[in-house]
T-cell receptor, first 112, second 113 residues
């Protein structure tokens, strides 16, 4: 069965520090992978996506993610976190059908 | 600008009343979805529709109903049969597969008292 695991429920980092949010997926075929960000009380905004090709993908707001098939992972990274990055982050996998599977999210707190 | 519009943003209802949440998209997307979000539980799929006049149950469809009479619209009715309706509801849409991206509206808060 398809699933997405985000092992870290909550992460706290200092402003200016680097960030890595973990995502592991379970999917039988080639996955389409996504990262979304959600501010409190708002919808989800697409940060980046991986469909094929280069396994390191760049997104908006300075985020990047790397697809590692051997580890079934799609971790999100940012070299230097800004206070405005504090939010909830969701990893998702989509397949050839119209089904999408979301992780339970990682809440990011940024300390000034 | 193209996007997904959900209304109302905030809705209060008395227990036992049905309530309908609106979702309209002008992205010309074929598929539309409704998710429920509760703290610490991520997103759970309620219903989805791939074409007009057709829809499928998601993981938590009990107590909810939908219709898809127009490509642009996918309203969700929260019925009195839904035991715990207070939640944040997200509408989304995407093009037909494969390799599609799902986009979200701004969400609707439903509080049942």
């Amino acid at each position: 069965a398809q699933s997405v695991t985000q092992p870290d429920i909550h992460i706290t980092v200092s402003e200016g520090a680097s960030l890595e949010l973990r995502c592991n997926y379970s999917y039988g075929a080639t996955p389409y992978l996504f990262w979304y960000v959600q501010s409190p009380g708002q919808g989800l905004q697409l940060l980046l996506k991986y469909f094929s090709g280069d396994t390191l993908v760049q997104g908006i707001k300075g985020f990047e993610a790397e697809f590692k098939r051997s580890q079934s992972s799609f971790n999100l990274r940012k070299p230097s976190v800004h206070w405005s990055d504090a939010a909830e982050y969701f990893c998702a996998v989509g397949g050839t059908g119209n089904q999408f599977y979301f992780g339970t999210g990682t809440s990011l707190t940024v300390i000034p | 600008d193209g996007g997904i519009t959900q209304s109302p943003k905030y809705l209060f209802r008395k227990e036992g009343q049905n309530v309908t949440l609106s979702c309209e998209q002008n992205l010309n997307h074929d598929a539309m979805y409704w998710y429920r979000q509760d703290p610490g539980q991520g997103l759970r799929l309620i219903y989805y529709s791939q074409i007009v006049n057709d829809f499928q149950k998601g993981d938590i469809a009990e107590g909810y109903s939908v219709s898809r009479e127009k490509k642009e619209s996918f309203p969700l009715t929260v019925t009195s049969a839904q035991k715990n309706p207070t939640a944040f509801y997200l509408c989304a849409s995407s093009l037909a597969p494969p390799g599609n991206t799902i986009y979200f509206g701004e969400g609707s808060w439903l509080t049942v008292v």
